[in-house]
């Protein structure tokens, strides 16, 4: 049995990394969950993020994964270490590869940062980021209105952009040459981000970093997946799955077409 590689986040988020991962990893089998009827994450307390992402991994344990991506920025802040220190297999947050990405990017050395409350809150990029760079200017913003436009596929339409444009458009009185997408969802966004930020500002999803420490690891430890033939992989969502489906296939497109998917609603709570 080929091991999977497990993915979570509040919703549709997460399809961000998964995307990247069946870029870079094609022959890699994931098994993605997405918590959709429980999304939003960020308005959360950490307490019960911590809660909902340790059901989330209980669940997949199942499937036996070789490593857990936890494609959540307000779960990798809230709850990275606590899911590391109960199972035996390598844990990977979004938080500490987007920070890199974002430090080898910027000229100017100010980086805004957009995530949910619970991320911007956390204060865990600003630390990730001091961390690289003890000088870097950080500016950062939560933006809790994003995260519903997306589960509702609202990527691109008026409401959408006022709602960007109002939450943003301040941002750009600062010299920021880098914007931290710092929720797995806005990458979804990411064209009128880029329309509201100017085209001189460079948008930094964690998602290719990520896909590349996943790389690293599993080649590290001999475990990347090897052969010709395409995984199977396996969707859940707790909620509206027609509506998870439709996005699923509007984001991964070419990726899933030769791919085939099995698509379940599992009750974990
Ligand atoms: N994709 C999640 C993140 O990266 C969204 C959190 C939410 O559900 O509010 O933080």
Not at 44 to 59: A, D, K, L, P
Not at 213 to 242: M, N, T, W, Y
């Amino acid at each position: 049995m080929q091991q999977p590689i497990a993915i979570l986040d509040s919703g549709v988020g997460g399809l961000t990394v998964a995307k990247e991962v069946m870029r870079q990893l094609p022959l890699e089998k994931l098994v993605y969950y997405g918590d959709t009827a429980r999304t939003p994450y960020g308005p959360r307390s950490s307490e019960e993020v911590v809660r909902f992402t340790r059901e989330i991994v209980e669940y997949l344990i199942q499937f036996q994964p070789k490593m857990i991506v936890i494609a959540c920025n307000t779960a990798t802040a809230a709850g990275l270490e606590d899911i590391r220190a109960r199972v035996d297999i390598p844990v990977v947050g979004v938080i500490n590869p987007g920070a890199r990405a974002a430090i080898g990017f910027t000229v100017t050395g100010c980086v805004g940062i957009i995530g949910t409350e619970g991320t911007i809150n956390s204060g865990a990029y600003e630390q990730a980021l001091r961390k690289l760079d003890p000088q870097v200017k950080v500016i950062s913003e939560a933006c809790p209105r994003f995260v519903p436009l997306v589960e509702k596929g609202n990527f691109r339409s008026y409401e959408t952009y006022e709602t960007i444009r109002s939450s943003i458009g301040h941002l750009r009185e600062h010299p920021i040459d880098t914007l931290i997408l710092g929720c797995t969802h806005y990458p979804f966004l990411a064209e009128t981000i880029s329309e509201i930020m100017g085209q001189d500002v460079k948008l930094i999803s964690s998602a290719d970093e990520t896909a590349r420490e996943i790389s690293v690891i599993l080649q590290g430890r001999g475990k990347l997946a090897a052969g010709d033939r395409l995984p199977v992989h396996q969707f859940f969502c707790s909620g509206d799955q027609q509506l998870f489906q439709s996005i699923t296939r509007q984001w991964l497109g070419e990726q899933i077409e030769l791919t085939p998917i099995i698509w379940q609603i599992p009750t974990i709570v």
